[in-house]
């Protein structure tokens, strides 16, 4: 069974930096990351798969960067120029091919418990 474990959550103020962490129980395809802020869709915020390409959303794009640690099975996000349109929960995610194809969390097949981000203005 899969196994997500999200750290590195918590708050900051707007213009600051936060590195979340996931540590997996194996190793996947594709690792990434979502968020779903209060009353809104949950939305890709990056991804990495095993030929080292990546995906972000348009919202993140310039900011944050995905990063992978093979030996270890962990991706890193590292948040940087934190807005407090970027609060929200934060959960790891798994997939395949198809979630490299299509980056929408209709085709991840295991997500984390998240992890909540929290930016003031």
């Known amino acids: 069974q899969v196994q997500l474990v999200e750290s590195g959550g918590g708050s900051v103020q707007a213009g600051g930096s936060l590195r979340l962490s996931c540590d997996a129980s194996g190793f996947y395809y594709c690792m990434g990351w979502f968020r779903q802020a209060r009353e809104k869709e949950r939305e890709g915020v990056a991804l990495?798969?095993?030929?080292?390409?990546?995906r972000y959303g348009d919202s993140v794009k310039g900011r944050f960067a995905i990063s992978k640690d093979n030996d270890k099975a962990t991706v890193y996000l590292q948040m940087n120029s934190l807005k407090p349109e970027d609060t929200a929960m934060y959960y790891c995610a798994t997939g395949g091919r198809a979630l490299e194809d299509n980056f929408f969390y209709r085709f991840v097949t295991a997500w984390g418990q998240g992890t909540q981000v929290t930016v003031s203005s």
């Open positions: 990495i798969c095993s030929r080292g390409n990546t």
